[in-house]
């Protein structure tokens, strides 16, 4: 191959490996775009003294909890995906570390606003045991893996902080999952039992894990 051959070569190079590196991040916030915007229908809700329904009784009679989830999920999942554009994140390293103590904040007051409303909010019609059970485990292991992230960042251990924050942010973002894994059964079968309904949740969080597990092992 001739010299002016490599030299044209070189950008097309460059533009592939370019391509794949937003892409995580773009498909990330678009997935966190349905949790955020109906969080900010239940922020409207409540800043607009909507009618008291079964629905949304309890977070209008304690609404702290439910908007400090709402405020801290939206903020975990939009600026969480920035974390994974390699490039970006290599050219402004002062931003990732910045970036990441907010995140490390979000997280934790999203899963545990996410642990409290579990355990002290009333049960909505349709919310059963099984389905508070997952939120209990899956919320502990947000905790849990956002606690195991830190402190291997204080040890100076990039590959675990960078594994176990991957975990946490595959949790914390399931909510955009969790509405594909509905979806098709309410349009095919109809109306969610209280059964169906756990399980299908809780398939959200278990394919965001499955891919987070593949990403860091991949990495």
């Given at each position: 191959?001739?010299?002016s051959g490599v030299r044209g070569a070189?950008?097309?190079k460059v533009r592939q490996a370019g391509v794949p590196g937003w892409m995580g991040p773009t498909g990330l916030i678009a997935l966190s775009v349905i949790p955020v915007v109906a969080g900010a229908l239940r922020l409207g809700e409540l800043a607009g003294g909507a009618a008291v329904t079964p629905a949304n009784a309890r977070f209008?009679?304690?609404p702290l909890p439910v908007v400090l989830h709402i405020i801290g999920a939206s903020l975990y999942g939009i600026v969480g995906a920035f974390q994974f554009a390699e490039g970006f994140r290599r050219r402004?390293?002062?931003w990732h570390r910045?970036?990441?103590r907010v995140l490390a904040v979000c997280g934790l007051v999203t899963a545990l606003s996410g642990l409290w409303?579990?355990?002290f909010y009333p049960r909505p019609p349709g919310d059963g045991d099984l389905l508070a059970a997952f939120r209990l485990v899956f919320g502990t292991a947000m905790t849990a893996s956002l606690a195991l992230g830190l402190a291997a960042i204080r040890r100076r251990e990039l590959r675990r902080h960078r594994a176990w924050m991957i975990r946490a942010y595959a949790i914390g973002v399931a909510?955009?999952?969790q509405a594909f894994t509905q979806l098709p059964?309410?349009?095919l079968v109809g109306p969610l039992g209280e059964t169906p309904r756990a399980l299908l949740v809780g398939a959200g969080w278990v394919i965001n894990l499955a891919v987070a597990e593949r990403i860091i092992r991949r990495r």
């Open positions: 191959m001739t010299e070189r950008p097309q209008l009679a304690t402004r390293p002062g910045t970036a990441g409303m579990t355990v909510a955009g999952t059964w309410m349009l």
